[in-house]
């Protein structure tokens, strides 16, 4: 239909990928004032821009030569990409790589006006300024070059894909720990009455004072002060259920249960490796700007352990 062969669109998806990682990675670096390798990937592509391209190739190719309708088509296919492309990764990753939620009229944080509109903009540059540039280069690739480059470059691309995934999964696999985790705590101070305040009070000193001693030192450094608080509070805890076992309020049976929370607690946290951290936190790095509606709390803990880098 439009003239291009598989291996042609394969290599606009790569170059528009990589032409939208340069754009966001220079465009977050500077709100963040420092480097960011911006995007899913620890390569220089951002998919989602690869994918937006070729929809709104194929979207404007039957009215190319109307400018109006070139807005209205690429806006109208890449929004809908982007809100798929939204949702479905909240649902399977349990966090929000972009959020809109802040602008006025939009929809479920995954897309908005002014986004659409901006997509619509792009629609009529990539079509007027940048497309006709890019097809001579890709054409100007004899067959067999086009398809090796093209081979190479999605090789290189999914063995990529399948470490970002592990990062990805790493991360929703400690926020939802995390989550629940505090979840678990909460409900055992709760459930310890009195005694709870004056362990949280202890706990929320103990923090305040970490986080004072720790401002200067790496997410190494951070990580193991978190995991001492966190066993100082558990640790806490326990020594006041020791206490209340000569309280003839509480069965021995109730006392039992909530000491093997604690010591379950402690495993959990054991089995949170370094490493699980370290991926998460790369792949949080390159993504400064994700949020979680579901483990919100959980997402603020990791995104304090990378503070001021």
Known sequence: MTGYGLAQWVLYFFIYSFLGWVWESCLVSVQQHRWVNRGFLNGPFLPIYGFGAVAILLFTWPVQNNTLLVFAAGMLGATLLEYVTGYSMEKLFHVRYWDYSRFRWNLNGYI????????GVFSI???????????????????????????????????????????????????????????????????????????????????????VRSAKKG??????????????????????????????????????????ILKSELRAMESRTDKMYQRAARHLRRNPYAVSRKHGEAMQDMKNLLRDE
């Not at 908005?112 to 997509?119: F, K, R, T």
């Not at 004899?142 to 399948?162: F, Q």
């Not at 997410?219 to 326990?238: D, G, I, P, S, Y």
């Open 219 to 260: 997410f190494a450094q951070r990580l193991q002060a978190l995991r001492e608080e966190r066993k100082t509070l558990l640790r806490m805890m326990a020594a006041r259920l020791e206490e209340m076992r000569f309280d003839r309020r509480r069965s021995p049976e109730r006392l039992e249960s909530e000491m093997q």
């Open 125 to 211: 540059l990539l079509v007027r300024v940048l497309q006709p540039p890019v097809a001579g280069l890709v054409r100007g690739l004899s067959p067999l070059g086009a398809g090796l480059l093209a081979l190479v470059l999605a090789l290189g691309m999914t063995a990529d894909l399948i470490v970002s995934m592990r990062e990805a999964m790493d991360m929703r696999s400690l926020l939802n720990a995390l989550s629940e985790s505090k979840r678990r705590i909460a409900r055992l101070q709760k459930q310890l009455e009195v005694t709870a305040a004056f362990t949280q009070l202890d706990w929320e000193q103990s923090r305040q004072a970490e986080a």
């Open 112 to 119: 908005c006006v002014v986004a659409s509109l901006c997509w």
